[in-house]
């Protein structure tokens, strides 16, 4: 690829188009900032509308005359291996370059995001291996039949991604969809692209994909993302991001009856119930409320703690959360890094004056850190509302920050109720002793995963996506596969002569 400088010294990155790297048609680019420090880390080449059409056609051309949505599973499954295996061998590279583009700490870019990437790529190339055909029940009406469905790729698929967990979602994207063998065209968040773009040099370098199977634009999601979504000859869109743009990209999909997948946004209850084990819930609540920051889709950023032990909990998570190290993201024994942005960091701010005028009270938190290294970079502090009440806004809506708002409960039901009363349900978790318990609490929630003592594992083998606002459609495990395939039934008719046939009775004459 071309791999130029700038004249600042950045590294420069094109587009993947066709099996090769371009520049924009005009020449245009856009900036990437490192947002521990407000630096740019990079310019890339911003997609025009023309690149856009180049890119569709080159996944139009290899899905409709290419030898992809025919090439045997086991042979699409040894190249996803391939690509896994390539990628693997770029492993702290990689937890580097997203922990400097997302500001994610370096701990878990290096011991989750590459590895889950990983591990996805290779799920879907196994469950790839058995997939295109289902047998169906015998049948002998009104003739003998051998009945089947055969599972088809669905042809050309825009996927478009957010900024957080950008290489987990890359993986978790382009898995299925070259599993099940459709063509791709790619847009990662203008805010961090960056491991997006690794994994399409190592795929380029790697050389296994006929050209034009995946491709990749670049650019703001407004311009780029909106043409690529509302396109007439993309098949498919699957979209992580937002809920706002997820109605959009439901509207813009519409006139030609795409398929659509959207993962959107939530607002993830973590229910404690009476006799859960305190020491596991402090924990728990540490890591559903605070992982990246709390930029996280299924991020539990509501805790529902029993009125009698609200006290106990609370005061224990401040303690913890004094202990914890905002800091570098590039440094392991960083705890709590930057957010993505300063647009995200206001946002971020303004609810926090919100739940303040709401007359939520903060617990700890609330503000920036103060210091040296912090001045460029746009953190925020964990922040801890208590006194918070099921009709503020703080309870209702997604902040996408390190926010969480603690509310009492005094009996379980009104505890489901709460979580229950949301326009989102991606996710939430369970925390007792008692699995019994936990699960008949599991079974009235609303959500797309309910975790029972635990938060944040994604599994994948497990299906994972939203009820209601937070989306529809699954991604991973096979229900995930499913999703980038039409199910065509085929009938055989076994009997080979003309009596007995619906014709024979309804339609033609004898
Ligand atoms: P966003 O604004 O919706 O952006 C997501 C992606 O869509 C980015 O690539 C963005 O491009 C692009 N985009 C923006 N406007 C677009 C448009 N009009 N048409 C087509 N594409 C467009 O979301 P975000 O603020 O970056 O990400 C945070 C949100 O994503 C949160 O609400 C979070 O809950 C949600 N999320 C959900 C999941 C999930 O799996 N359910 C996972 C992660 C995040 P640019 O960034 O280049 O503009
Ligand atoms: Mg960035």
Same mark, same amino acid.
């Given at each position: 690829?071309?791999?130029?400088?700038?004249?600042?010294?950045?590294?420069?990155?094109?587009q $993947?188009i066709?099996?090769?790297?371009?520049?924009?048609s005009?020449?245009?680019?856009f900036?990437?900032?490192?947002?521990?420090?407000?630096?740019?880390?990079? @310019?890339?080449?911003?997609?025009?509308?023309?690149?856009?059409?180049?890119?569709?056609?080159?996944?139009?051309?290899?899905?409709?005359?290419?030898p992809?949505?025919?090439?045997?599973?086991?042979?699409?499954?040894?190249?996803?291996?391939a690509?896994?295996?390539a990628? %693997?061998?770029?492993?702290?590279?990689?937890a580097?370059?997203e922990?400097?583009?997302?500001?994610?700490?370096?701990r878990?870019?290096?011991?989750?995001?590459?590895?889950?990437?990983?591990?996805?790529?290779r799920?879907?190339? %196994? *469950?790839?291996?058995k997939?295109?055909?289902?047998?169906?029940?015998?049948?002998?009406?009104?003739?003998v039949?051998w009945?089947?469905?055969w599972?088809?790729?669905?042809?050309v698929?825009?996927? @478009?991604?957010?900024?957080?967990y950008?290489?987990?979602m890359?993986?978790?994207?382009?898995?299925?969809?070259?599993?099940?063998?459709?063509?791709v065209?790619?847009k990662?968040?203008?805010?961090?692209?960056?491991?997006?773009?690794? @994994?399409f040099?190592?795929?380029?370098?790697l050389?296994?994909?006929?050209?034009g199977?995946v491709n990749?634009?670049?650019?703001?999601?407004?311009?780029?993302?909106?043409?690529?979504?509302?396109?007439?000859?993309?098949?498919?869109?699957?979209?992580?991001?937002?809920?706002?743009v997820?109605?959009?990209i439901?509207a813009?999909?519409?006139?030609?009856?795409?398929?659509?997948?959207?993962?959107?946004g939530g607002?993830?209850?973590?229910i404690v119930?009476?006799?859960?084990?305190?020491?596991?819930v402090?924990?728990?609540?540490?890591?559903?409320?605070?992982?990246?920051?709390?930029?996280?889709?299924?991020?539990?950023?509501?805790?529902?703690?029993?009125?009698?032990?609200?006290?106990?909990v609370?005061?224990?998570?401040?303690?913890?959360?004094r202990? *914890?190290?905002i800091?570098?993201p590039?440094d392991?024994?960083?705890?709590?890094?930057?957010?993505?942005?300063?647009?995200?960091?206001e946002?971020?701010?303004r $609810?926090i004056?919100?739940?303040?005028?709401?007359?939520?009270?903060v617990?700890?938190?609330?503000?920036?850190?103060?210091?040296?290294?912090?001045?460029?970079?746009? $953190?925020?502090?964990?922040?801890?509302?208590?006194g918070?009440?099921?009709?503020m806004r703080?309870a209702?809506? %997604? @902040?996408?920050?390190?926010?969480?708002?603690?509310?009492?409960?005094?009996?379980?039901?009104?505890a489901?109720?709460i979580a229950?009363?949301s326009i989102?349900?991606?996710?939430?978790?369970?925390?007792?002793r008692?699995?019994?318990?936990?699960?008949?609490?599991?079974?009235?929630?609303?959500?797309?995963t309910?975790?029972?003592?635990?938060?944040?594992?994604?599994?994948?083998?497990?299906?994972?996506?939203?009820?209601?606002?937070?989306?529809?459609?699954?991604e991973?495990g096979?229900y995930?596969?499913?999703?980038?395939? %039409?199910?065509?039934?085929?009938?055989v008719?076994l009997?080979?002569?003309?009596?007995?046939?619906?014709w024979w009775?309804t339609?033609?004459?004898?």
């Amino acid at each position: 690829m071309r791999h130029e400088h700038s004249p600042e010294g950045l590294p420069h990155y094109d587009q $993947y188009i066709d099996g090769d790297w371009q520049p924009a048609s005009n020449g245009q680019t856009f900036t990437v900032f490192d947002p521990a420090n407000g630096q740019p880390l990079a @310019i890339c080449a911003s997609a025009t509308h023309a690149d856009v059409d180049r890119a569709i056609a080159a996944a139009r051309a290899a899905f409709d005359q290419g030898p992809w949505p025919h090439t045997s599973p086991a042979r699409r499954a040894d190249i996803l291996h391939a690509i896994a295996d390539a990628l %693997e061998a770029r492993n702290f590279e990689l937890a580097e370059i997203e922990s400097r583009d997302a500001g994610v700490p370096l701990r878990k870019t290096t011991y989750n995001d590459i590895t889950l990437g990983l591990e996805i790529l290779r799920g879907c190339a %196994e *469950m790839a291996r058995k997939h295109p055909y289902e047998p169906l029940p015998w049948t002998d009406l009104p003739t003998v039949s051998w009945n089947f469905v055969w599972r088809e790729p669905i042809g050309v698929c825009a996927q @478009i991604i957010p900024w957080n967990y950008a290489f987990c979602m890359a993986a978790w994207k382009l898995g299925p969809a070259l599993a099940t063998g459709n063509t791709v065209v790619f847009k990662p968040s203008s805010l961090a692209p960056l491991s997006t773009i690794a @994994i399409f040099q190592t795929i380029h370098e790697l050389n296994l994909l006929p050209k034009g199977v995946v491709n990749l634009v670049l650019g703001p999601g407004s311009e780029v993302g909106e043409y690529l979504a509302a396109h007439p000859a993309v098949d498919k869109v699957a979209f992580t991001g937002s809920t706002e743009v997820g109605r959009k990209i439901m509207a813009l999909a519409a006139p030609q009856i795409k398929r659509v997948t959207l993962e959107l946004g939530g607002k993830n209850a973590m229910i404690v119930l009476p006799d859960a084990d305190l020491d596991l819930v402090v924990d728990g609540v540490l890591w559903g409320a605070f992982y990246h920051s709390g930029q996280l889709c299924e991020a539990g950023s509501r805790l529902l703690l029993p009125r009698s032990l609200h006290d106990t909990v609370v005061e224990r998570l401040v303690e913890r959360v004094r202990g *914890m190290k905002i800091g570098d993201p590039m440094d392991l024994e960083t705890d709590i890094g930057p957010l993505i942005s300063e647009r995200q960091r206001e946002k971020v701010e303004r $609810y926090i004056a919100i739940g303040r005028e709401e007359g939520a009270t903060v617990a700890i938190g609330g503000g920036r850190p103060l210091g040296e290294v912090f001045v460029n970079g746009y $953190y925020v502090e964990p922040t801890i509302f208590t006194g918070v009440q099921p009709e503020m806004r703080i309870a209702r809506e %997604e @902040i996408f920050g390190p926010v969480l708002a603690v509310l009492a409960y005094d009996e379980i039901g009104e505890a489901i109720r709460i979580a229950n009363d949301s326009i989102y349900g991606l996710a939430a978790s369970v925390w007792s002793r008692d699995l019994q318990q936990a699960l008949a609490v599991a079974q009235r929630i609303r959500a797309g995963t309910v975790w029972i003592n635990e938060h944040h594992v994604l599994n994948p083998r497990a299906p994972f996506g939203g009820y209601r606002q937070s989306g529809f459609g699954r991604e991973m495990g096979q229900y995930g596969l499913d999703e980038y395939t %039409e199910v065509k039934h085929i009938h055989v008719d076994l009997m080979q002569r003309r009596q007995g046939r619906l014709w024979w009775d309804t339609l033609l004459p004898e």
